[in-house]
Nanobody
Framework: QLQLVESGGGLVQPGGSLRLSCAAS????????IGWFRQVPGKEREGVSV????????YYANSVKGRFTLSRDNAKNAVYLQMISLKPEDTGVYFC???????????????????WGQGTQVTVSS
């Protein structure tokens, strides 16, 4: 069974940090770009960060630049999103997704993503 599983979400105070993990099973992430998206009730799912397959090129939404770092460990078949200086507006359900990426480019369109995880809740609140 092909699936992505997120972990690492939770409740954190403003200014705190979390590290989200996205682990794949049933397929290898080597040829996939991995994106992190977040969603809050009543709003569309928005892209947070993407890492390409071949070159590890990264993209960050303006709202998280300088605070989030996305990395991948192909040996562990996993991707990690390190989040620091968290703000209340970072609250949401975070999803990781995989897009087949033979050319090693950044994919920002949700429709490019073939596999999705079930999501992990991140709540930033005092």
């Amino acid at each position: 069974q092909l699936q992505l599983v997120e972990s690492g979400g939770g409740l954190v105070q403003p200014g705190g940090s979390l590290r989200l993990s996205c682990a794949a099973s049933g397929f290898t992430l080597d040829y996939y770009a991995i994106g992190w998206f977040r969603q809050v009730p009543g709003k569309e799912r928005e892209g947070v960060s993407v890492i390409s397959s071949r070159y590890g090129t990264t993209y960050y939404a303006n709202s998280v630049k300088g605070r989030f770092t996305l990395s991948r460990d192909n040996a562990k078949n996993a991707v990690y999103l390190q989040m620091i200086s968290l703000k209340p507006e970072d609250t949401g359900v975070y999803f990781c997704a995989a897009a087949l990426d033979p050319e090693g480019v950044i994919h920002t369109s949700l429709s490019d993503y073939e596999y999705w995880g079930q999501g992990t809740q991140v709540t930033v609140s005092s």
